[in-house]
């Protein structure tokens, strides 16, 4: 049998709630099939659910510290050395040295910008800042094909840098976004076709394409958009009970909702086509293809619009996997899966699990994820490979910022902030019986358990951090309670 294919697809801030039954009130269609027909994992997490943090994490298998990304990459964090290291790790150079075609297509922003960014790319944006980057071939981190750019969230008007183009040799469009990049993925699914009838020892492929939308703005849509969730009431629009709509923020969520689905539901139609062009070329049955996202988005959750913040309107995200006849259908609701586990874990299922670099932090979850493999962490349901828990991160800006870290597991969810003026905070909730995170348990007895479940995490991913003293007196107050 030839060697898997792969299509890894990720969408820029779509949260999980869009494909969930009794979720957001949007349509998808083609994603409900790819559902349907493959894997979704319920306990899929962004374990720094901002851009940059989680697309590193993401492609090195590496936590923040180590990789080198731990803030989201701009000309302001440049400064601070912030950008994916040119001598992380990735799936994708992995793949590569085993003979795989590569190509990357969308959205990178893992590349620290350099002054001359600023003239070749965006430009200097209101807040003073640019985002925008070119990457050299050498620090693309194995991608051959390259039709990229660092972050231009402009979805009518977006440009790219192609293979062989230099920093100032850029392509300017007019369309949207996901569109374009999603006729440029056919064409390189066209070509690898080609090449394999031509030749049956051609190479297989792993394509990666990333699509700004739904991100802001957005009321940059393409021109036959679903308009119709304008019509919705508030209620029916942000139907999640930790929403406020009398709120300054529930009635801004409330008039970004309607342009929000019609984005996800435009972006769904792109994900119909690349799924029509395997059946098509005959590509199905010997490829895998994964959805997911960087992070999600609040809508108003929590009074909060946007991400980076540890709840799961902004950490849970969507992982839809699509393999005929070669994944575990029960994976779905036993299986987590957070951002360091998604290189190693792509590896595994595409049979290179003996090339995972030994520097990838994250795990190998394929062995639970493929048919026909033991799982014996489903044996009382608890514990094992695979079973979910993820950390969370978020690195302090500057000296009034928080520095948080926290855990997130099947139940339950513990996040410790700390600042050295204010000293440790804490909220702990128990996501079976309080879903929407609504009311934080303050149990002296619950909270010590949690914080020894989150110094001892911590501990074994080797991941220190500036609250760990204070940590570590709180989980000593009082004996251990049995929850």
């Avoid at 019509?231 to 309607?258: H, Q, T, Y």
């Avoid at 913040?309 to 969507?318: A, D, G, K, L, Q």
């Avoid at 007895?445 to 003293?469: D, I, K, M, P």
Wanted: aromatic share 8%.
């Amino acid at each position: 049998m030839p060697a898997p294919n792969l299509l890894f697809i990720v969408a820029d801030q779509f949260r999980a709630m869009c494909l969930e039954p009794g979720g957001d009130p949007v349509s998808t269609p083609f994603l409900d099939a790819l559902v349907s027909d493959g894997v979704s994992l319920t306990h899929a997490v962004s374990s720094y659910p901002v851009c940059s943090p989680h697309r590193a994490m993401m492609m090195s298998g590496q936590y923040p510290a180590t990789n080198g990304v731990t803030h989201n990459v701009n000309s302001e964090t440049a400064e601070w050395g912030v950008g994916l290291r040119p001598d992380a790790p990735s799936w994708a150079a992995v793949l590569r040295d085993a003979g795989y075609n590569t190509g990357y297509i969308g959205k990178w922003h893992l590349e620290a910008p350099v002054p001359e960014d600023a003239i070749h790319g965006t430009g200097v944006l209101e807040d003073g800042r640019y985002w925008d980057a070119w990457s050299p071939p050498d620090r693309r981190h194995g991608f051959d094909f390259w039709y990229s750019y660092g972050c231009c969230d402009e979805h009518l008007t977006p440009h790219y840098w192609t293979s062989d183009a230099g920093r100032h040799q850029r392509t300017d469009v007019t369309g949207w976004s996901a569109e374009h990049e999603t006729d440029v993925a056919i064409g390189f699914l066209e070509r690898a076709a080609g090449a394999a009838a031509a030749d049956s020892a051609q190479s297989p492929f792993a394509l990666a394409v990333s699509w700004n939308p739904p991100h802001q703005p957005f009321d940059q849509l393409p021109p036959d958009c679903d308009t119709s969730y304008a019509s919705l009431d508030p209620a029916e629009l942000l139907n999640r009970p930790n929403v406020d709509l009398d709120s300054g923020p529930g009635r801004e969520a409330a008039a970004i909702a309607p342009l929000y689905y019609a984005a996800v539901n435009a972006i769904d139609a792109q994900v119909g086509r690349l799924l029509d062009t395997l059946d098509a070329l005959g590509l199905a049955e010997n490829t895998l293809v994964v959805f997911t996202s960087d992070h999600g988005q609040q809508m108003g959750s929590q009074g909060l619009l946007y991400k980076n913040v540890p709840y799961e309107e902004s950490m849970r995200i969507p992982w839809v996997m699509r393999w005929p006849g070669r994944l575990d259908a029960l994976a779905g609701d036993s299986v987590g899966m957070s951002s360091v586990d998604i290189a190693p874990t792509l590896l595994g299922l595409l049979g290179r699990g003996g090339d995972v670099p030994p520097t990838m932090d994250g795990s190998d979850l394929s062995p639970v994820l493929l048919a026909g493999a033991n799982h014996p962490h489903r044996e009382g349901g608890a514990g094992g490979l695979g079973a979910p828990s993820s950390l969370y991160f978020h690195y302090a800006r500057g000296r009034d910022d928080d520095d948080i870290r926290g855990i997130r597991t099947a139940t339950g969810k513990f996040i410790a902030r700390f600042n050295a003026r204010g000293g440790l905070r804490t909220e702990l909730y128990e996501l079976a019986d309080d879903p929407f995170e609504m009311h934080s348990i303050d149990d002296p007895a619950a909270v010590a358990h949690w914080a020894r479940q989150l110094e001892a995490e911590l501990s074994a991913a080797g991941q220190g951090w500036a609250g760990e003293q204070a940590l570590a007196e709180l989980a000593n107050t009082t004996e251990e309670s049995r929850l």
